[in-house]
Nanobody
Framework: VQLQASGGGLVQAGGSLRLSCEASGLTFSNYGMGWFRQAPGKDREFVAAISRSGDTTAYADSVKGRFTISRVNAKNTASLQMNSLKPEDTAVYYC??????????????????WGQGTLVTVSS
């Protein structure tokens, strides 16, 4: 199983980025997907999650209304659209897959597979 996260970069505050996570080696439609992030010196935290069918999503309060998680099962891809970025969004962003999730899973320990992370830097 491989989760390949991409799309990170440097952006000014107020800008947008779109992260993608391409999965291989698994039946993608059987897995709920999540995005987590880890800022320097901090623990990894939940950002957003989507159920395996895509009909249920969940967001951390800090990103609600600014970030949107989506997936295209036919392309084995999950995405995180990030708008109105703030300097405090600076972190390494990880995608993760959880087998059998019929809802959006927010707990890190539930996830079975993790991607390598992509760095997002938001300048003020």
């Amino acid at each position: 199983v491989q989760l390949q996260a991409s799309g990170g970069g440097l952006v000014q505050a107020g800008g947008s980025l779109r992260l993608s996570c391409e999965a291989s080696g698994l039946t993608f439609s059987n897995y709920g997907m999540g995005w987590f992030r880890q800022a320097p010196g901090k623990d990894r935290e939940f950002v957003a999650a989507i159920s395996r069918s895509g009909d249920t999503t969940a967001y951390a309060d800090s990103v609600k209304g600014r970030f949107t998680i989506s997936r295209v099962n036919a392309k084995n891809t999950a995405s995180l659209q990030m708008n109105s970025l703030k300097p405090e969004d600076t972190a390494v962003y990880y995608c993760a897959a959880e087998f059998g999730a019929t809802s959006a899973i927010v707990w890190e320990y539930e996830y079975d597979y993790w991607g390598q992370g992509t760095l997002v830097t938001v300048s003020s």
